[in-house]
């Protein structure tokens, strides 16, 4: 299993099309094969900050993702919106259990 994760700052004058961009690109991403979860939200006490949560069940499955038609549309709009910063990351391997 790979993990995506991290954060994504948008500029304030952009957040609002980021969202809008983020909804479209999610509703399609949940239907690609592969993914086990997929999340993109806002970040509570923040205006402009934005998590990233994936779960891939492997490379072949994310490198996919990245081909498809929805994720160049929701980088087009990224690049519109004003990234102010961005810090996201894969992590490879481990086993998920419950935490107790």
């Known amino acids: 299993m790979l993990i995506v994760t991290g954060v994504i700052e948008i500029a304030p004058e952009g957040v609002e099309a980021a969202k809008v961009a983020a909804r479209a690109m999610v509703a399609e991403t ?3 094969a592969g993914g086990l979860t997929y ?11 934005f998590r990233v949560y ?7 499955a994310l490198e996919a993702h990245f081909a498809v038609p929805h994720m160049a549309v929701f980088q087009q709009a990224l690049g519109q919106v ?3 910063s961005r810090d996201v990351y894969r992590v490879v391997g481990g086993e998920k259990q419950p935490l107790r």
């Open 30 to 32: 949940i239907k690609e």
């Open 39 to 49: 999340e993109f939200s806002q970040v509570i006490g923040s205006e402009t900050l």
């Open 54 to 60: 994936e779960e891939w069940t492997d490379q072949a």
């Open 82 to 84: 004003g990234v102010v």
